[in-house]
């Protein structure tokens, strides 16, 4: 036997279209953090492809271990040293331990 929602109640997720203004509101904010979060990701995931990208660049072999550590890195100001060191570090390692 099929259950019916009541005429005056909505599906729990029918809280996406609902016409109060405060539940809208809440949705709005929802939306806005999970872009800015996802801007903030994208940003950081952009700066660990320009670190290994200026190390390519500059004629540096990173092995697949260093690779992996760069791109997984999530550390804005790990990011923005190793971006600095990149541009005058001769090895990987001097990067990396730095």
């Known amino acids: 036997?099929?259950?019916?929602?009541?005429?005056?109640?909505?599906?729990p997720y029918d809280y996406l279209n609902s016409p109060r203004p405060i539940i809208q509101l809440a949705v709005k904010i929802g939306r806005d953090?999970?872009?800015e979060e996802g801007r903030q990701e994208g940003e950081i995931e952009a700066r660990a492809m320009v670190v290994v990208e200026l190390l390519e660049h500059r004629?540096?072999?990173l092995d697949p271990d260093s690779r992996a550590q760069i791109l997984a890195c999530r550390e804005p100001e790990t990011l923005a040293r190793w971006l600095s060191a990149a541009l005058q570090v001769t090895d990987v390692a001097q990067l990396l331990d730095g």
Do not use: D, F, W, Y
Not at 1 to 8: D, E, G, K
């Open 59 to 61: 004629g540096l072999t």
């Open 1 to 11: 036997m099929a259950t019916q929602t009541p005429s005056n109640q909505h599906p």
């Open 33 to 35: 953090e999970g872009r």
